[in-house]
């Protein structure tokens, strides 16, 4: 899929220039939910391919969503890869009140914080705000907010050997918009997200 190129406030922009993300390291030294140790690592030397880097970003990806009650209808984003890493990304179908948005926000670096992640940074931005965290092992996790208030979630491997990569076998739980893009503005409503009361 093509990813459609997105104006992102010069905040944002320069914290990813910042940030670095992601950072060079391979494999899982950590039992952190969602983070797959893989057979590939220390004793042989070995790195994991690009493949298993986008299944281990598929788990992450899973795991932070599981963690955020109540529930958000999500979808796919596109997969893209660079030189020696891969991307996968999902959108937030469900509507979040500006209210809100930093409860979702909040809710996303806790559980990050929980199970061994490091937090890199947080935007506090009221229009566009994001958090970015980090595995041990180098895979760089986000979620921000932006136009229309939408949310995305982002997990970028670290450097990994070289292959072909396969779309995310996870079935969205709602909407697959399959040969849709970009993807439709959130349309679900949900009695907490989309509320302002307590």
Not at 2 to 30: F, I, Q, Y
Not at 31 to 42: D, I
Request: aromatic share 8%; proline share 7%; net charge positive.
């Amino acid at each position: 899929m093509r990813r459609a190129k997105r104006a992102l406030p010069s905040v944002a922009v320069v914290l990813v220039l910042a940030l670095g993300v992601p950072l060079a390291g391979c494999g899982s030294e950590s039992g952190s939910r969602g983070e797959k140790a893989t057979s590939a690592g220390k004793e042989s030397g070995a790195t994991m391919d690009m493949q298993e880097a986008a299944e281990q970003s598929d788990a992450m990806l899973d795991a932070v969503l599981e963690g955020i009650d109540p529930d958000v209808q999500w979808a796919h984003g596109p997969t893209t890869t660079r030189a020696c890493g891969v991307t996968r990304r999902r959108t937030v179908m469900t509507v979040v009140s500006p209210e809100r948005r930093q409860t979702f926000l909040d809710r996303a670096e806790n559980f990050w914080r929980k199970n061994g992640y490091r937090i890199k940074a947080v935007n506090k931005d009221e229009k566009f705000p994001a958090v970015y965290a980090v595995t041990r092992s180098g895979f760089g996790v986000s979620v921000s907010f932006r136009g229309k208030g939408q949310a995305f979630l982002e997990a970028d491997s670290p450097c990994v050997k070289e292959s072909k990569v396969a779309a995310p076998t996870t079935e969205p739980n709602g909407p697959a918009y399959e040969d849709v893009y970009p993807l439709p503005r959130p349309n679900v409503r949900s009695d907490f997200w989309s509320g302002s009361g307590g």
